[in-house]
Structures are given as structure tokens and as C-alpha cells.
Nanobody, 123 residues
Framework: VQLQASGGGLVQAGGSLRLSCAASGLPFSQYTMAWFRQAPGKDREFVAALRWSSGPTYYSELVKGRFTISRDNAKNTQYLQMNSLKPEDTAVYYC?????????????????WGQGTQVTVSS
């Protein structure tokens, strides 16, 4: 199983970034794919999740309306489109996969993790 996150970078407040997570080695139809993030000095927190097979999504209140999670079945890739970025969105973003319900926000329940990609939003 491999999850490869990419797409992070430096952006000004109000800007946009799209993160990608290329996945392999899983029966994706049985999994929920998610994004978490960890800011310096803080615990890792849930951002968004997507049920691969049927598409229901779930978002943290901190990002709802600004971030959109999606997937491309043909490429086995999930995305996190991040708009209207704020300095408080600065963090390392991780993609994860687990056989959980879409609204599961507890990170120990996700079995597989990518390596993380840094997002820095300047003010």
C-alpha cells in the first residue's frame, strides 16, 4: 500500500493550492480517503474525507466552504482543492485511508498514511 502526497508549497493569503494523493495497493471501493494536517506545535487534525466508492464527503468546520475533496477513479488519485487560504492553514498535510465511515475524524482509525506535504500561507 502506498499513498503519495504532493502539491504543497508557499502561497499568499487568499490564494489557492491543490494537493494530490496518488494511491496504490488498496481496494479503494471499500475505503474512505481523508486529509489531515499538522501545524507546528499542534496535534494532527482532521480536514476532509471522501468515501471512494460512493462519494459522500465530510469536512472540518475550519475548512468547510473553502476546501473541496475529490477523486479521479481512473488515476487512483484524490485531491484537496484549497481556496481562500489563510495563514492558519499552514501545516503539513497528510493523506490517509481507512475502512471507516466518512465522518470519522479520529486519526488512529485510519490504517494507511502518506508522507505529508508542506503548505505555507503567508500573510
Amino acid at each position: 500500500v502506498q499513498l503519495q502526497a504532493s502539491g504543497g508549497g508557499l502561497v499568499q493569503a487568499g490564494g489557492s493550492l491543490r494537493l494530490s494523493c496518488a494511491a496504490s495497493g488498496l481496494p479503494f471501493s471499500q475505503y474512505t480517503m481523508a486529509w489531515f494536517r499538522q501545524a507546528p506545535g499542534k496535534d494532527r487534525e482532521f480536514v476532509a474525507a471522501l468515501r471512494w466508492s460512493s462519494g459522500p464527503t465530510y469536512y472540518s468546520e475550519l475548512v468547510k466552504g473553502r476546501f473541496t475533496i475529490s477523486r479521479d477513479n481512473a488515476k487512483n488519485t484524490q485531491y484537496l482543492q484549497m481556496n481562500s487560504l489563510k495563514p492558519e492553514d499552514t501545516a503539513v498535510y497528510y493523506c490517509a485511508a481507512g475502512r471507516v465511515i466518512t465522518s470519522q475524524v479520529r486519526e488512529p482509525t485510519y490504517s494507511y498514511w502518506g508522507q505529508g506535504t508542506q503548505v505555507t500561507v503567508s500573510s
